[in-house]
């Protein structure tokens, strides 16, 4: 059975960074495409960034791309969000998302692409 587990979410003040990881289990994690989806209150979930297996291809969404590093660790079967120059925009819950090989339909941005999700780990950001 696959496991999924974000941890690392807090409160910061705007301006400062924060780094959440993902630890995953069950499953060959070099063979897994990850990324990172976020939904903030009243908000429909987005895309904020994704990494292939071999770690070799990152993506960002405009609203995080500069400010945001995705990355993984093959030999420790985790993921990480370096997050800085945060904004209280950024605050939302933060899901991390896993799928063997590529996306589900080459889906690399949206949801439907990941068989294997976290519970989510809460970011906040104040003013």
């Known amino acids: 059975q696959v496991q999924v587990a974000e941890s690392g979410g807090g409160l910061v003040q705007a301006g400062g960074s924060l780094r959440v990881a993902c630890a995953v289990s069950?499953?060959?994690?070099?063979?897994?495409?990850m990324a990172w989806f976020r939904q903030a209150p009243g908000k429909e979930r987005e895309f904020v960034a994704v990494i292939s297996w071999s770690g070799g291809s990152t993506l960002y969404a405009d609203s995080v791309k500069g400010r945001f590093t995705i990355s993984r660790d093959n030999t420790k079967n985790t993921m990480y969000l370096q997050m800085n120059s945060l904004n209280p925009e950024d605050t939302a819950v933060y899901y991390c998302?896993?799928?063997?090989?590529?996306?589900?339909?080459?889906?690399?941005?949206?949801?439907?692409?990941?068989?294997?999700w976290g519970q989510g780990t809460q970011v906040t950001v104040s003013s």
């Open positions: 998302a896993a799928n063997p090989g590529v996306p589900l339909g080459s889906r690399w941005y949206e949801g439907k692409g990941y068989a294997y």
């Open positions: 069950g499953r060959t994690f070099s063979n897994l495409s």
